[in-house]
Nanobody, 123 residues
Framework: QVQLVESGGGLVQAGGSLRLSCAAS?????MGWFRQAPGNEREFVAAINLNTGRTDSADSVKGRFTISRDNAKNTVSLQMNNLKPEDTAVYYCAADSRRPLVLSTRPGEYLYWGQGIQVTVSS
C-alpha cells in the first residue's frame, strides 16, 4: 500500500508558476501527475520512472512543465511555468510498482492515487 500526499497547489495568474509535490509513503517505480477539469476526463500530464529516470509529458505542457524526483525523500515534483487558464484543474499524483522498468502514462496503469489538489490559473 502506497499513500500519496500532494502539496503546492493554489491560485496564480496566467504566466505565473507553481510547484506541486507528491510525497509517497512507500516505494514505487512509476509516479505521475494527471489532471481533471470539470466535465473532462482525467488526462495525463507528466510521469517519471524512478528506476530509469525516464520522463514523459503531455504535448500540451511540454516546454512548460517539468517532472523531477528526489529518491532520498521519496518525493516527485512538478514544476509548472508559464501557466495558462486552460491548466486549471484538480491535479492528482499517482504511483505504481508493478512494472519496474516501464514508464506509465495512462491512468489505468496506476494503482495508487492521491486525493488531488486544485490549481487555478486566472486570466
Amino acid at each position: 500500500q502506497v499513500q500519496l500526499v500532494e502539496s503546492g497547489g493554489g491560485l496564480v495568474q496566467a504566466g505565473g508558476s507553481l510547484r506541486l509535490s507528491c510525497a509517497a509513503s512507500g516505494r514505487s517505480s512509476s509516479m505521475g501527475w494527471f489532471r481533471q477539469a470539470p466535465g473532462n476526463e482525467r488526462e495525463f500530464v507528466a510521469a517519471i520512472n524512478l528506476n530509469t529516470g525516464r520522463t514523459d509529458s503531455a504535448d500540451s505542457v511540454k516546454g512548460r512543465f517539468t517532472i523531477s524526483r528526489d529518491n532520498a525523500k521519496n518525493t516527485v515534483s512538478l514544476q509548472m511555468n508559464n501557466l495558462k487558464p486552460e491548466d486549471t484543474a484538480v491535479y492528482y499524483c499517482a504511483a505504481d510498482s508493478r512494472r519496474p522498468l516501464v514508464l506509465s502514462t495512462r491512468p489505468g496503469e496506476y494503482l495508487y492515487w492521491g486525493q488531488g489538489i486544485q490549481v487555478t490559473v486566472s486570466s
